[in-house]
């Protein structure tokens, strides 16, 4: 029973975590549609407090994976895939040793799986910079590497306790941002400049970069692609009158060089949970509304000097000659842990309500409707608006 626990236990890391993010999907959205229209006849600002609550409450549960139940080993350590390959034929060879006793074969299992053990390891974040313990309604400037980023804005909200305020710009998203003009009084709007995911090994996508930052009279860049303007823009129009500051922030991931010393692609969501998954590394510089210019020709150039300001960050983090400054961002860091009191009760809220459903006939109904229907109707509003 403990064997076939054991092994289970290693292909559960990533399994575990989508069946309950997806699992409860249908739970939050019913949430929030009842409070939608319960809250119809009432005043807007009832609605967005109940809205943001409920939006916190899915992302943390969120965050309660990312944050606590990664493949990285507790204290921050580094952990190889080579070095989880030999722990699993170390319990496949526990399993063939017949002349085990069971009870001895117990207590080496156990005191494997406490040394190697995936499931519940809390994340090693290293912030660096100026990140104001008060929330702020700001525009979130980031480098895009990988699919975690989202995930990274994320927890620097929530140790602002703004986690409900988090609003995206992605890609086309832009069209969207008309649709949170009644958030703009309380807004933490993530943006990606550069557009698409930065990828070492997607050498035609930097070429084409580099050359068209050349062509504009612009800096070469290495580590990140060349900024694009619109999104920043229209975003910081819209917001100008509510917005506190602009973060800048840059951030690496621990361990996403090869053995050559070349960069390789960061993790992916599934391979943050499921495989090595580095520490975090998270620059941040506060900047205040009024340092930034409103024109978009001037802007277009200063947001060009922050991504100058990113690639040489990056840099010194991938590439300096000195290995001691190497995996590291100059200055001094901090390790931000946080604690499970922010993400463990909307796990448990959340995991409740979506199991308590599941228990009767009529629940279940609800739930597979909610699950049919939210995606046809979730899929027709996107092409309707695409």
């Known amino acids: 029973m403990l064997l076939s626990l054991v092994l289970h236990m290693y292909s559960m890391c990533c399994v575990l975590p989508a069946a309950v993010l997806l699992g409860t999907a249908p739970t939050y959205v019913l949430a929030w549609g009842a409070w939608r229209l319960l809250s119809a006849f009432l005043p807007s600002r009832f609605y967005q407090a109940v809205d943001d609550r409920l939006y916190c409450i899915y992302q943390s549960m969120v965050l309660f994976f990312f944050e606590n139940c990664t493949g990285v080993q507790m204290g921050g350590e580094n952990m190889h895939s080579t070095h989880r390959s030999k722990t699993e034929n170390k319990v496949r060879e526990l399993i063939k040793e017949g002349i085990l006793e069971q009870l001895a074969m117990q207590r080496r299992l156990c005191l494997l799986v406490s040394k190697n053990l995936y499931f519940l390891q809390v994340l090693k974040i290293l912030l660096y910079g100026d990140l104001p313990k008060n929330k702020e309604n700001i525009i979130y400037l980031a480098n895009h590497q990988s699919t975690v980023d989202w995930i990274v804005a994320d927890m620097l909200a929530i140790r602002q306790n703004a986690l409900g ?143 100058e300001i990113k690639d040489k960050l990056l840099i010194e983090f991938y590439d300096s000659l000195d290995p001691e400054r190497r995996n590291k961002f100059p200055g001094e860091s901090v390790n931000s842990k946080l604690s499970l009191k922010k993400t463990l009760p909307s796990f448990l809220i959340l995991s409740g309500l979506t199991a308590g459903m599941l228990m009767t006939e009529a629940g279940r109904k609800l739930y597979v409707k909610t699950w049919i229907y939210g995606t046809l109707i979730g899929c027709l509003w996107v092409s309707i608006k695409a």
């Open 165 to 307: 305020h988090v609003r995206y710009v992605l890609k086309d998203g832009l069209k969207w941002l008309p649709l949170y003009g009644c958030y703009f009084s309380q807004m933490y709007l993530v943006i990606f400049p550069e557009g698409t995911r930065y990828n070492p090994e997607l050498t035609k996508v930097i070429s084409a970069s580099q050359t068209f930052a050349a062509q504009e009279g612009l800096p070469v860049l290495k580590h990140v692609l060349t900024p694009r303007i619109k999104a920043t823009h229209v975003a910081f129009d819209s917001m100008k009158n509510y917005l506190d500051a602009i973060y800048d922030v840059t951030v690496a991931f621990e361990g996403t060089v090869d053995d050559k010393g070349q960069r390789k692609e960061a993790p992916s969501m599934a391979e943050f949970l499921c495989k090595e998954c580095p520490k975090i590394h998270i620059h941040i510089d506060r900047i205040d509304k009024k340092d930034v210019p409103e024109e978009q020709v001037y802007m277009k150039r200063w947001l060009h000097e922050r991504f």
